[in-house]
Nanobody, 123 residues
Framework: QVQLVESGGGLVQAGGSLRVSCAAS????????MAWFRQAPGKEREFVVC????????YYTNSVKGRFTISRDNAKNTVYLQMTSLKPEDTAVYYC????????????????WGQGTQVTVSS
C-alpha cells in the first residue's frame, strides 16, 4: 500500500496563494490516481480535484476552477495543489488521497489517505 503525507498548509490572507504538497511512499506512485479533498469545520469532506496516473487528465470541482491547479511529479512521488485567489470559504483541512482504480470524485473511490494539512484563509 501507499503512505501519504501532506505538507505546506498555513495561514494566508484572502486573495493570497499557497501550495500544499503530498509525498507518497511505499509503492510505485505512478500506479495511483490522486486527488485532493477538503473538510471544513462541521462539514462533510468534499472533493476538490483529481489527477490521472500520468498527470494528463484532471478534474476540478466548480468552486475552485481557475484558482487551483493540481500537478504531480512521478519522479518525486509527489502531488501538488497550487491555490491562488484564496477565499475564506477555502478554509479547511486538505487531504490527499490515492486510488489504484480510475480517478474520480467519490470519496469511496480512494483507499489511501493522508493525515491532512490545515489551510486557513483570513478575511
Amino acid at each position: 500500500q501507499v503512505q501519504l503525507v501532506e505538507s505546506g498548509g498555513g495561514l494566508v490572507q484572502a486573495g493570497g496563494s499557497l501550495r500544499v504538497s503530498c509525498a507518497a511512499s511505499g509503492r510505485t506512485f505512478s500506479n495511483y490516481a490522486m486527488a485532493w479533498f477538503r473538510q471544513a469545520p462541521g462539514k462533510e469532506r468534499e472533493f476538490v480535484v483529481c489527477i490521472s496516473r500520468s498527470g494528463t487528465n484532471t478534474y476540478y470541482t466548480n468552486s475552485v476552477k481557475g484558482r487551483f491547479t493540481i500537478s504531480r511529479d512521478n519522479a518525486k512521488n509527489t502531488v501538488y495543489l497550487q491555490m491562488t485567489s484564496l477565499k475564506p470559504e477555502d478554509t479547511a483541512v486538505y487531504y490527499c488521497a490515492a486510488t489504484e482504480s480510475t480517478y474520480g470524485t467519490a470519496r469511496a473511490n480512494y483507499a489511501y489517505w493522508g493525515q491532512g494539512t490545515q489551510v486557513t484563509v483570513s478575511s
